[in-house]
């Protein structure tokens, strides 16, 4: 039973947990800025001189995806995938990993996708009302709060663990 | 340094020197000229005034506007000047603007027959479209020999039709033939969908031909109003699109020979705009029959000025009165050159009420030092305040846009004070393409060796800021003469959260901080019920307002963002530097690390100078502004000359 002892190596858990950062916060982000993408394209057909305008609020759930990201490559140079000095981990050490990517994975994933949709929403001030583009960022950046929490979480959890 | 003190101008004139006043205060450009609508429901006012105003005018004048518009941005097709980044207004002396003002039945017409140039090329071009589907339809039937205007000889009927593809030709040739013999079919053209077909037949055998054409679906095509051969039609047609084709190059011709007045009907539409406002203005004004009343605001210090120059030209009564206590009036925000652009920042959330201190300079440094450490990288900083001071260097900017480049330039400077602080410069290129001999050392620590350490930092600068923002709520209670709420309400917290600070710290200060907790948790209890009666009520509100301090915990952690994106934006640097130098050191690497540094980095600094606008934008309106701020001021908008194209040289304006 080989793969059983693959799935508790500690250096898989560890890539597991960064894998796991970059695809859902990533799902996340390319779902939010696709909703703001497809309410951006409404207005921009009646109106082309606010595609700048929509741009900068489609850019805001991105984010999450680059704080999972970040988060991953955090963990890849601590334990040397990148940058060299690879370590091997124990199955404790990878689980402390795993558990690590957790907060910003799932908040990343979440808080994308509800920032997509005030973001979204945003784009009906845009439509009515440009001169008051900086509320609708404001009321999407309120959502971005928790991811950068999560990100926080992450990082300190992340720089944390003893090797 | 606040919001300007604001004196209230009432005004009663001759309506004789109606026209005169209304210039001289446009062209001082400093009164608020507000709606008197009020006074017409006050017993004293309504049964001597009516309202003055004539909406037929403006309506005429902003029909003729958007005419003016219209033609400017039509004719900007021809122009050959590229339109720059910013647009700036054109600066016109007066000799020049009542030169050109001279000319407006020139200018008028050359608008009207612009327009009708436009109609004229949406007529063409119509035509055009009928001609071009013409020959769409007919060149299906281009083998057709037959004239399209016979449709039968003496005793036979030529038809012309279509059928779907589906059924072959051949078969229905056969089935025509064996049905009626008297008959001749001819498969004129194919293409993937239709067949288009000719038949002749006797007259006679017309039942049979209907039935058999009915069986394969067939539909009859009569061109009306057309003879002669498909060919000669859709020769004739093409002449016609050519001989259109012309027209429209020759009225577009004509057209462009307009573009020259281009500057001038710009001129025209500021000027139409200008009177326009004059005539709008007068709904504000209430009149009798021989005087009218008008009724403003201007800045205070103006008033010595204001009343000299209306005395000096014409004889009217005036008087300048201070605003009640509650008394509303707009908001015009001052401050010092250097702090001027966060009033961007200011007005975004919402101009301050009458009640309100205005933030702005207490914001301004704060707002500089948070930017900066969010985006923390020296290099970037300086790529920041290179592009936006070389933008307020070439163009003249006005309004809020020029204050968020000035803004952006102010927060570029910081950027580079922190980025030398934690010590990167593009991230970490530096020493990983020199191989660790060349480093600029951080000044301060690098935040990634040690985060917990910046985190802590984050929360004490947050912690200084709300601080501040509580103060400033300290202040504006004891310019109300409420000492005591002031002492209550905000110095038993700062008390209190400095005493829980302090026990956080560990030691000899945890000792003091123990006692100033207690101290300041006791005063609380004693006094946030303080306005109820009831001493149990009291004692129970009292106790629960120490539940507020979750709302001061969350504030303070709020501050962890700063550490956040701070971090961010250094790993991202690393991350793309590393992705640049994967290839190694060789001349294709190099070219590699080049394009992915140039397009890497520019994308970081897009993003994360956005996070941090953003981010550091929130910080000052919940956590901030929360803490005082109540906003909801109108702004200050003076009767002026406003303008869109140019502005006016002119000696006479304040």
Excluded at chain 1, 37 to 64: N, R
Excluded at chain 1, 129 to 140: D, F, N, T, V
Excluded at chain 2, 453 to 458: A, F, G, P, R, V
Excluded at chain 2, 577 to 600: E, R, S
Aim: proline share 3%; aromatic share 10%.
């Amino acid at each position: 039973m080989d793969w059983i002892a693959y799935l508790f190596n500690g250096n898989f858990l560890a890539l597991a947990g960064a894998a796991l950062a970059v695809i859902l916060a990533g799902i996340g982000s390319a779902k939010g800025v696709g909703l703001v993408g497809e309410a951006a394209a409404g207005l921009v057909t009646e109106d082309p001189k606010k595609f700048g305008q929509t741009l900068l609020l489609q850019a805001l759930p991105g984010t999450q995806g680059i704080y999972g990201l970040l988060t991953a490559f955090v963990i890849l140079n601590k334990i040397g995938i990148v940058g060299g000095n690879y370590v091997e981990l124990t199955t404790q050490q990878g689980f402390y990993f795993l558990a690590a990517s957790l907060p910003i994975a799932f908040v990343g994933l979440f808080s994308a996708i509800n920032q997509g949709r005030a973001a979204a929403a945003g784009i009906g001030i845009i439509a009515k009302r440009p001169e008051e583009l900086s509320k609708a960022i404001m009321y999407a950046a309120m959502v971005e709060t928790y991811a950068v929490l999560a990100l926080l979480a992450s990082i300190l959890m992340v720089t944390g663990i003893k090797l | 340094m606040a919001i300007v003190k604001m004196s209230k101008l009432s005004l009663i004139g001759l309506e004789s020197d109606k026209e005169k006043i209304l210039d001289i205060l446009m062209n001082m450009g400093v009164v608020e000229i507000s709606e008197s609508l009020e006074k017409l429901s006050s017993e004293e006012w309504k049964d001597l005034v009516v309202q003055d105003g004539d909406s037929e005018k403006v309506a005429i004048l902003d029909d003729k506007i958007n005419k003016v518009k219209w033609a400017i941005e039509y004719l900007s097709k021809f122009s050959s000047k590229k339109k720059g980044l910013f647009s700036e207004k054109r600066c016109i002396d007066k000799n020049e603007y009542n030169m050109t003002i001279q000319n407006i039945d020139k200018l008028s017409s050359i608008v009207e027959s612009i327009h009708k140039y436009n109609d004229q090329l949406a007529y063409l071009k119509s035509e055009k479209n009928k001609y071009a589907n013409l020959i769409l339809s007919l060149e299906p039937w281009q083998q057709l020999t037959i004239p399209l205007n016979v449709t039968s000889t003496l005793t036979t009927t030529i038809l012309i039709g279509i059928v779907p593809h589906t059924s072959t030709s051949d078969r229905l040739k056969e089935d025509l033939i064996s049905e009626a013999p008297e008959s001749y079919f001819e498969l004129i053209s194919s293409d993937g969908q239709q067949n288009y077909i000719l038949v002749i037949y006797h007259n006679s055998c017309e039942e049979n031909i209907l039935k058999v054409l009915k069986r394969y679906n067939f539909s009859k095509v009569v061109f009306k109003e057309l003879e002669g051969t498909v060919k000669s039609n859709i020769d004739r047609a093409q002449k016609n699109i050519t001989r259109i084709d012309k027209e429209c190059e020759k009225v577009e011709k004509e057209v462009s020979e307009f573009a020259k007045y281009k500057d001038d009907l710009e001129i025209l539409h500021d000027h139409l705009l200008i009177e326009r406002d004059r005539v709008k203005v007068l709904d504000n004004l209430l009149k009798t029959s021989r005087v009218f009343y008008l009724e403003g605001w201007f800045p205070s210090e103006l008033g010595e000025k204001l009343k000299t120059k209306i005395n000096s030209q014409v004889e009217c009564f005036l008087e300048i009165t201070e605003p009640d206590k509650d008394e509303d009036f707009p908001i015009l925000l001052k401050n010092k050159k250097l702090v001027q652009p966060f009033e961007a920042i200011t007005e975004m959330y919402s101009l301050p009420s009458t009640k309100d201190v205005d933030p702005t300079f207490l914001m301004a440094p704060f707002y500089c030092f948070f930017f900066g450490m969010m985006v923390s990288d020296a290099a970037y900083g300086i790529v920041m305040a290179l592009i936006t001071g070389i933008i307020l260097l070439k163009y003249k900017l006005q309004g809020t846009m020029g204050k968020m480049i000035k803004l952006l330039f102010f927060c570029g400077i910081s950027t580079v004070a922190w980025g030398a602080m934690f010590g990167g410069w593009f991230g970490d290129i530096l020493p990983l393409i020199s191989g660790g001999k060349l480093n600029i050392p951080p000044i301060w620590f690098n935040p990634l060796d040690n985060p917990m350490k910046l985190l802590i930092w984050s929360m004490v600068f947050g912690g200084v800021h709300l601080f501040t923002g509580m103060g400033i709520k300290a202040y504006m209670l004891i310019k109300e003469e409420k000492i005591f709420d002031a002492i209550f309400d905000i110095g038993s917290w700062y008390i209190l959260l400095i005493g829980v600070a302090l026990l956080l710290v560990g030691g000899t200060p945890a000792q003091v901080g123990k006692y100033m907790a207690i101290v300041g948790a006791a005063m609380l209890v004693l006094t946030q019920g303080r306005d109820s009666k009831n001493i149990i009520k009291r004692l129970l509100s009292g106790v629960l307002s120490l539940y507020n301090i979750t709302g001061y915990l969350s504030d303070v952690l709020s501050y962890s963002r700063l550490l956040a994106l701070g971090l961010g934006t250094g790993v991202i640097a690393s991350v793309i530097n590393t992705l640049g130098t994967l290839f190694g050191l060789n001349p294709l690497g190099i070219i590699i690390l080049i394009i992915v540094f140039i397009i890497g980095h520019t994308f970081n600094l897009a993003i994360n100078a956005l996070g941090a606008y953003v981010h550091t934008s929130r910080l000052q309106y919940v956590e901030f502004f929360g803490k005082f701020y109540e906003g909801g001021g109108k702004r200050f908008e003076p009767f002026k000359k406003n303008t869109k194209y140019i502005t006016l040289n002119d000696k006479e304006a304040v």
